[in-house]
């Protein structure tokens, strides 16, 4: 397979599909109390050492998190952590459940959105 | 000195009390706009499985499914299962003291500005009714109840590696403002320090925390009632657990 050249960041595009879901994702972090009461309910969280960068909270709040209070300008570095955090951390099986009632898997797919649309993707037959 | 105390004990109060309610209906309209109405059930369902009911509080059957759930949690011969259930899958066994802690913390929270003496006298004066008081002991002891747990959550914050993971200066200046009332509150009542920069400072806490509310972090507390009620998953009345 060919290396391609990585696409340009469009902060333009980014904030657009913000703008979709701004209000969820604006009440999401807001109610967020960051009581890390959701952490058990992450499987892979349970099966690696309790790490918590597998908490579910962790994992949205630094993927749209960043997003969000960075306004899309983002550089390619955090771009690709994103892309790690949403893809390699999170395999959206939508069981995390949240004592505020945060839609987390909603959140996180919608990172996701967002990095394809920066042709960011996690590449499968890599590694 | 009289006159701060004038402002900030009476205009102020109906100022912060003002933004708390309209705040609190603002979130509570957002909530309903950004609902989405999905089907509770699934359409499919799988052969030889009875017939799921009907999930959430307002719907028909809840209550019933709910008490048939209780009945049959407390069932004898489903005990040693139950219990190993609840030690993995609920928060109350999987975090005991963290749980504890957090509902204690809240209930007196919540409670104890109703049924201080002091206010009561306050209200009395201003309306002319109140609601009846409670022995200064007794909120004294739930003040005291409320800055241990505070602190509990202080150290949470600071050494709890997991907590540490996602903690910012938001976290500790949110903390701050819910003490902050019990704390000056406590320190007015017992006379340390000047009582007059004590208790002005006191109702100056107060209102900024009715005013914090509906627009900060703190607004989980109109979002945990919403969502026990409206949101059928684990932790909500109603039949609440998902199967897959």
Partial sequence: MTEQKPME???????????????????????????????ESCFLFMTRDQDPK?????????????????????????????????????????????????????????????????GVVHAFDAA | MHQIYQFVGGPLVWFS???????????????FTLFSHKKATPNYQPPGLKKQPPIGWFSRDAIKTRLAMIKDFLAKENRTRNMALFRVTNVFGIHPVMSWTTL???????LTPFYVLAHNILLDEALGTCFFSWSETFTDGMTIVVLICGAYFLYRRLFVPRVRAITNLYDYV?????????????????????????????????????????????SHMIYFFLQRFFIANEYSFGKGDRRW
Wanted: aromatic letters at 12%.
């Fill in chain 2, 17 to 31: 009390l003002i933004v708390f309610f309209a705040g609190t209906i603002h979130q509570i309209h957002r909530f």
């Fill in chain 2, 104 to 110: 204690i913390f809240h209930v007196c929270l919540v």
């Fill in chain 2, 174 to 218: 949110m903390l701050f403002i819910a003490i902050a009332p019990f704390l000056t509150g406590f320190l007015a009542y017992h006379q340390i320090y000047d009582y007059q920069t004590m208790v002005i400072l006191h109702i100056l806490a107060g209102e900024l925390m009715l005013m914090a509310i509906p627009y900060t972090k703190l």
């Fill in chain 1, 9 to 39: 960041i469009n902060p333009k595009t980014i904030q657009n599909l913000l703008d979709e879901k701004k209000a969820q994702i604006q009440t999401a972090l807001n109610v967020c109390a960051h009581c890390t009461l959701c952490a």
């Fill in chain 1, 54 to 118: 597998y908490m579910p909270s962790y994992k949205f709040i630094n993927s749209i998190g960043t997003f969000y209070k960075k306004k899309g300008q983002v550089d390619r570095d955090s771009l690709n952590k994103i892309r790690d955090i949403v893809w390699k951390d999170c395999v959206l099986c939508t069981r995390c459940y949240c004592p505020m009632g945060i839609d987390i898997p909603a959140m996180i797919a919608h990172a996701r959105n967002i990095c394809r649309s920066q």
